[in-house]
């Protein structure tokens, strides 16, 4: 068997001993697995958007800066 077969059969064993434990779990526990899971997406959710802004406000600065170049150079040739 190669590395990824391995790695994959060790990926469903874990799974599958992760959902055997949530489900042997109390009430208690498995809410608070549930917390845990929901914090995680909302901090994944609010980590994209950040990078989503950023990208956003990168690509605005670039197209100012050619809008300025743009403009020196028309202005450099009608000279």
């Known amino acids: 068997m190669g590395n990824k077969t391995n790695g994959l ?3 469903l064993g874990l799974g599958a001993l992760a959902y055997w ?3 042997k779990s109390t009430p208690e526990e498995q809410q608070a697995v549930k917390d845990k899971i929901n ?4 901090n994944l ?3 994209g958007n950040d990078i989503k ?3 956003n406000d990168v690509a605005s600065q670039v197209q100012n800066k050619v809008d300025e170049t743009k403009a020196k150079i028309e202005d450099s040739t009608t000279n």
């Open 9 to 11: 059969l060790a990926l």
């Open 21 to 23: 434990k949530y489900k």
């Open 39 to 42: 914090t995680a997406k909302d």
């Open 45 to 47: 959710n609010k980590w």
């Open 53 to 55: 802004s950023k990208a």
